[in-house]
């Protein structure tokens, strides 16, 4: 029996793939990128990557120390808010019968004659001045008012911790740090300088601030606008190395934010060159590290960049051999009141 020959199926879904691709150019595209025809996928991932909002990882996210003090601080010329304890009197323009002296309750109101309680509480002056107008609209017509603080008593911030008179603190003007730490008197270090930081508590935000190393850089941060009701609090003096063996005064050290190897040890009187030998290592007991001991020679100190690699933390213990070898006696009579038993065990060996 003779059938008749049919199309090539080849052929025939060629055709087909053609036709779609003419009729629908956009779809054909599509599909060739979804495929790979017109370059990996990976390309379209990278560029949408690129698109996409900035990462946590991004650096640009991370709020330095100084853009942390900008943003917390207030602008300079910020207008004051009334809050309770506030003093004030109020004029009335052409009306001097109705002018009056009131101090805001600590509900943050006031009561007038006529209106009866208005709350004031954190409104500018000319924002309470339009709202006492607009209370005592119902009795008089083409009302105008001013406000004047006579007295700022909602103005203060409190002042905790190292300090010998702690306490609330008003102000007449807007307080800064310093002068808050200044009047309450704060407890210098042995050396004369201010604590290393302070923090500041302000409704449910909490800054720490970095108070030595912004006086020594110049920054006028140190010196930074607060608010009314900010509570300041300053920390105890317990941040000390302490150094211990061949030094003229041993004992316990401040640790200052730029204190380093060479100056802890010119601030215990140096070395005993008699007892201590030419290059001793010098053993350096890191608490916070489980009593790691890092050991120094001596004389690479004297070099220019001698120390600087060495990271000190509150707690450690220095201790300078005799001779550059450690002799148990010594290590017991002195080191036992500051480290371990474990730690004692890693100076002996040495």
Request: aromatic content about 4%; glycine content about 8%; hydrophobic content about 40%.
């Amino acid at each position: 029996m003779n059938l008749p020959k049919l199309p090539n199926t080849g052929m025939v879904c060629i055709s087909v793939v053609l036709a779609i691709s003419i009729a629908f150019p956009a779809a054909a595209d599509a599909q060739a990128r979804n495929s790979g025809i017109n370059g990996p996928q990976e390309q379209t991932v990278e560029e949408v990557s690129k698109a996409s909002p900035e990462s946590p990882t991004d650096p640009t996210l991370k709020l330095s120390t100084t853009e942390a003090l900008r943003r917390f601080e207030p602008d300079v010329d910020e207008e004051y808010t009334l809050g309770a304890g506030d003093e004030i009197s109020i004029e009335f323009p052409g009306r001097p019968e109705l002018s009056t002296k009131s101090s805001i309750g600590p509900d943050g109101r006031i009561t007038l004659p006529l209106t009866g309680p208005i709350v004031i509480a954190d409104l500018t002056r000319e924002a309470a001045a339009q709202k006492i107008c607009a209370a005592l609209s119902a009795y008089y017509t083409s009302m105008s008012a001013t406000v004047a603080v006579l007295k700022y008593g909602s103005n203060h911030v409190t002042l905790l911790g190292n300090v010998k008179t702690p306490g609330v603190m008003f102000f007449e003007q807007t307080p800064t740090l310093l002068e808050a730490l200044s009047r309450g008197g704060v407890e210098t270090r042995p050396d004369g300088s201010l604590p290393e930081e302070c923090v500041i508590y302000r409704k449910d935000q909490v800054l720490w601030v970095e108070l030595q190393e912004l006086l020594v850089s110049g920054s006028p941060l140190a010196d930074l606008r607060l608010r009314r009701n900010d509570l300041i609090f300053v920390p105890a003096v317990t941040k000390t190395v302490t150094i211990i063996g061949q030094v003229q005064r041993p004992g316990q050290i401040p640790l200052r934010h730029d204190s380093t190897l060479t100056t802890l040890l010119g601030e215990a009187g140096g070395l005993i060159d008699a007892n201590s030998g030419s290059n001793p290592d010098i053993e350096i007991v890191h608490r916070t590290q489980g009593g790691k001991t890092q050991f120094v020679r001596f004389n690479d100190l004297l070099k220019p960049t001698g120390g600087l690699e060495v990271s000190l933390h509150p707690g450690d213990v220095i201790f300078v051999p005799r001779s550059g070898l450690s002799k148990v006696g010594i290590v017991m009579q002195q080191v036992s009141p500051f480290v371990t038993l474990g730690s004692l065990a890693t100076l002996a060996v040495h």
